[in-house]
Every structure is written in structure tokens, then in C-alpha cells.
């Protein structure tokens, strides 16, 4: 081989070698890129904050739903542990006006369990309610319908639950209807072996 084609040879090979080694050489990067590169990152990280955000404010929420649901729970419990109590004592007050409705209506009663009696139905319908089982008052609340210890607010003291009505705020004679269920007959039907009525107020 002569001179002049190694020569030749040599520049081929530099050649080669220096765009093999511009074409493994980093390119720097563009500004522009750089920069839409960081803003996309920027984005990113908002989005993960507002996530996280959102997940622990969701969070709060939660315990604050349970907390709430605790309390109501242990107000409940405590009101209906003095409801007996509290309904005798109501119910107490109002026992001269209970007895006054027996006594008024026992002669009317006797005569319909008599009547009664010498039906073929042995039954008899009843004339000393609606006929279908509700006095036109409520001895407890008279027309309201309201429970008369929270006068229908639910609440006694503030937040306390009233153990009267556990929080309805309805009579719990007439359960809120204004009418309480005529001591006398069973859905308006009064039978001749039918018991005569307490003379006590009875517990509901």
C-alpha cells in the first residue's frame, strides 16, 4: 500500500471516529424544554398537595361524623335510662284527669259491654271514641301532640335529649297525633268480657 493511500485510509477512519463520537456526545438540553420540563413538575407537585389535602380534610371529616355519632349515641342511651322515671313523673301529674274520664264514661261503658254481650258478634261498637280506637284529646298533651316536658323541641338543657320523648318531641301518650288511644275498646271495638279500665294512668 503507497503512501498516499493511507493517507487516504487514515482521514476515512478520522472521519468515522469523529461522528461516532459527536453523535455520543449530549446534546445540551433547550431552554424552552428545560423550563416546560420544570413547569410540569410544578404542576404535578400542586396536583399531589391538593390530593393530600383534600384526602386528610375528608379524613377530619370522618372523625368528626363519628365523634358526633358517639355523643348522640351516649345522650340517647343516657335519656333513655330516665325515661321510665320521667314518664311515671308526667303521668303522675296528671292522674286526677285520667280517673275523671273513667268515672265519666263507666256507666256508658257497662251499658256497651251489654249491648255487647247480647249481640250475636258479642261485640259492640264503640261510642265513646272516633270509633276507631282514638279519643278526640290526650289527657297527657291535650291537642298539641307535643311532648310536654321540652314543649316539642326534643331538648331539655341545651343539648340534652329529653327523657321524656328521647328526642321525638311527641307526646308519648298520643305519639304526636293530638288523640290518645280510647282506654276503653280495642280499635274502636269494645267486647262484652271487655275489662273495665285502670284506675291508674298507664305507663307508655
Not at 503512501?3 to 487514515?10: F, G, Y
Not at 375528608?58 to 322515671?85: D, F, L, N, V, W
Not at 256508658?108 to 254481650?117: D, G
Not at 282514638?134 to 335529649?161: A, D, P, W
Amino acid at each position: 500500500m503507497n503512501r498516499r493511500s493511507i493517507i487516504v485510509l487514515s482521514v476515512c477512519l478520522a472521519g468515522v471516529l469523529g461522528y461516532l463520537v459527536v453523535k455520543a456526545w449530549p446534546v445540551p438540553p433547550d431552554e424552552e424544554d428545560t423550563e416546560a420540563a420544570s413547569r410540569a413538575h410544578e404542576r404535578e407537585e400542586e396536583a399531589r398537595l391538593r390530593e393530600r389535602a383534600a384526602y386528610e380534610r375528608q379524613t377530619q371529616a370522618r372523625i368528626a361524623e363519628m365523634s358526633a355519632m358517639e355523643t348522640r349515641r351516649s345522650m340517647q342511651a343516657q335519656a333513655a335510662a330516665r325515661s321510665t322515671q320521667a314518664r311515671f313523673a308526667l303521668q303522675a301529674q296528671r292522674q286526677p284527669v285520667w280517673l275523671a274520664v273513667i268515672n265519666t264514661n263507666a256507666q256508658a261503658f257497662h251499658e256497651l259491654r251489654k249491648t255487647a254481650t247480647a249481640a250475636k258478634s258479642r261485640t259492640a261498637q264503640c261510642t265513646l271514641c272516633d270509633g276507631v280506637g282514638l279519643m278526640q284529646y290526650c289527657i297527657l298533651c291535650g291537642h298539641r301532640g307535643k311532648c310536654v316536658s321540652c314543649n316539642g323541641s326534643g331538648k331539655m338543657f341545651g343539648t340534652e335529649v329529653c327523657p321524656a320523648c328521647l328526642g321525638t318531641g311527641k307526646c308519648h301518650v298520643c305519639f304526636g297525633m293530638g288523640k290518645m288511644p280510647c282506654p276503653f275498646c280495642e280499635d274502636g271495638v269494645i267486647k262484652g268480657d271487655a275489662p273495665f279500665p285502670p284506675s291508674t294512668m298507664p305507663a307508655r
